[in-house]
Each structure stands twice: as C-alpha cells, then as structure tokens.
C-alpha cells in the first residue's frame, strides 16, 4: 500500500511563505518520482512541480516559476515545496503524487497512480 502524507498548509499573506512536506515509505520514496499538483475551487487539478525520472531535473509550471522550490530529502524519504511569494492565485488544496509509470509526462495528472490527501493553502490578500 502506497501512502503519501502531505502537511504544512496554512493561511497566510501575501508574500509570504510556506513549505509543504510530503512524507512516504522508502520503498515508494526511492522506486518513484513524484510532484505537486494543486486544485483551487471549481478548477482542475493541475500540475506544480515535479522530478525527474532519475531525480537529476526538477520541472515547474509557469505559474510557479522562480517562486516555488521543490526538494526532497532521501534519508527522510520525504519531499517539500518551498512556496515564497505566495499570491491570492496560490490558494488551493496541493497534493503530492508519486509516477509509477516510466516515459509517462510529469505535468500530467493522469501519470500519478498515487495521492496523498492534500493539504489546503490559502493566501490572503
């Protein structure tokens, strides 16, 4: 059973900052590459930020870009997204997703097999 558990959200201003963290087992956190996808109210889920296959290459969404780090600590086996200039347009609930399946497009949310349960983000404005 694959378990992803995200945490961190939170509310906070304009500009401002928040890491989420994304905790899974070792097995999953070293076979798979996962990302970050968010969903604001009424829209699509859609793609954050990801790694590579090989966890050499990080990718961004345009929206994202030069705001927002995503890491990962291996010996934790868990993954962040550092989030600074945060806008009103950030507010969602973000998921963490793992990919199961090689060659498969990391900004396609039909890629991940497995969901954490999301944790909500809201900035003020």
């Known amino acids: 059973q694959v378990q992803l558990v995200e945490s961190g959200g939170g509310l906070v201003q304009t500009g401002g900052s928040l890491t989420l963290s994304c905790a899974a087992s070792?097995?999953?956190?070293?076979?798979?590459?996962m990302g970050w996808f968010r969903q604001a109210p009424g829209k699509e889920r859609e793609f954050v930020a990801a790694?590579?296959?090989?966890?050499?290459?990080?990718y961004y969404s345009n929206s994202v870009k030069g705001r927002f780090t995503i890491s990962r600590d291996t010996a934790k086996s868990t993954m962040y997204l550092q989030m600074n200039s945060l806008k009103p347009d950030d507010t969602a609930v973000y998921y963490c997703?793992?990919?199961?399946?090689?060659?498969?497009?990391?900004?396609?949310?039909?890629?991940?097999?497995?969901w954490g349960q999301g944790t909500q983000v809201t900035v003020s404005s």
């Open positions: 790694f590579s296959w090989s966890g050499n290459t990080t």
């Open positions: 070792r097995r999953t956190f070293s076979a798979y590459p």
């Open positions: 997703a793992a990919r199961t399946v090689r060659g498969s497009n990391y900004w396609y949310k039909a890629s991940y097999d497995y």
